[in-house]
C-alpha cells in the first residue's frame, strides 16, 4: 500500500520549481539557450530535492514504521517529557539530500500532549493507537532553522506510514515509543520513512 498524497514530487516544492522553469522558459526564447542551462539545471536539483516517493508500507499493524528516511544516530531509555513515562526514545538524523517527507509511525489518533516542553522550535505529537499504545513524534527545525509543517491535527486519525509532514533540507526525529516496545533497529542502521520497521509493539 503506498501512502502518499502527493507522489514522486512534494507539493512544498512545486511553487520554486515553477517559477524557476518559468524563468528557464523566458530566457530560453528571449535571450539565449545556453543562458537557460544554469535555470534548468536548477529545476533538476529541486526536483531530486523535492522528490517524494510512494512506499510500500508493511502489512504487520504491529509495526512501528520509521517517520523520516534517515540514519538512527541513538536509542536510549528516558523519562517522555511529554507524557512523562518511562519510555525508548529513538533518534533518527535526516540527510541534507534526502526525501524530505516524514510519516506517521502507525495507525492511530493524534491527541495534544499532556505537557508541551520549553521549545526551541521543535514540534511534538502524540499518537494513540487503537491498542492503547502511546506514541509521542518530536520533529526539530531544520539546518536553516526552517520549522517543520505537521499536516494532521488533534483529533485526525492517521494511518501507518501515511504522508503527515515535511522539513525542508531534513533535521532530527525523535520517537518516544513504550518501554516494551521490542526494537528492530540499532545505532547506525539506515532506514526509510513507512517501509523500515523500527520497533514492534508488545502486548500481552
Given at each position: 500500500m503506498a501512502a502518499s498524497r502527493y507522489p514522486l514530487i512534494a507539493r512544498e516544492g512545486?511553487?520554486?520549481?515553477?517559477?524557476?522553469?518559468?524563468?528557464?522558459?523566458?530566457?530560453?526564447?528571449?535571450?539565449?539557450w545556453a543562458w537557460s542551462l544554469p535555470l534548468w539545471g536548477g529545476?533538476?536539483?529541486?526536483?531530486?530535492?523535492?522528490?517524494d516517493p510512494p512506499?510500500?508500507?508493511?502489512?504487520?499493524?504491529?509495526?512501528i514504521v520509521s517517520p523520516a528516511d534517515g540514519t538512527?544516530?541513538?536509542i536510549e531509555t528516558v523519562t517522555d517529557p511529554y507524557l512523562e513515562r518511562e519510555a525508548q526514545q529513538v533518534s533518527i538524523r535526516m540527510p541534507s539530500y534526502g526525501v524530505f517527507s516524514t510519516r506517521a509511525p502507525a495507525?492511530?489518533?493524534?491527541?495534544?500532549?499532556?505537557r508541551i516542553p520549553a521549545s526551541d522550535g521543535h514540534q511534538g505529537v502524540w499518537l494513540r493507537t487503537d491498542e492503547g499504545d502511546d506514541l509521542v513524534i518530536?520533529?526539530?527545525?531544520?539546518?536553516?532553522?526552517?520549522?517543520?509543517?505537521?499536516?494532521?491535527?488533534?483529533?485526525?486519525?492517521?494511518?501507518?506510514?501515511?504522508?503527515?509532514?515535511?522539513i525542508t533540507l531534513g533535521s532530527t526525529i525523535e520517537l518516544y515509543l513504550?518501554?516494551?516496545?521490542?526494537?528492530?533497529?540499532?545505532?547506525?542502521?539506515?532506514?526509510?520513512?513507512?517501509?523500515?520497521i523500527i520497533?514492534?509493539?508488545?502486548?500481552?
Open positions: 512545486w511553487p520554486v520549481i515553477f517559477l524557476l522553469g518559468c524563468a528557464g522558459v523566458f530566457v530560453f526564447w528571449r535571450i539565449d529545476v533538476l536539483i529541486l526536483l531530486f530535492m523535492f522528490r512506499r510500500q508500507i508493511p502489512s504487520n499493524p504491529q509495526a538512527v544516530t541513538a495507525e492511530g489518533k493524534m491527541l495534544e500532549p499532556r518530536v520533529m526539530h527545525r531544520g539546518p536553516l532553522h526552517n520549522a517543520p509543517r505537521c499536516y494532521v491535527g488533534f483529533g485526525d486519525r492517521v494511518g501507518q506510514g501515511q504522508r503527515c509532514g515535511f513504550p518501554a516494551n516496545c521490542r526494537m528492530k533497529v540499532q545505532p547506525g542502521d539506515h532506514v526509510r520513512a513507512g517501509t523500515d520497533g514492534l509493539l508488545v502486548h500481552k
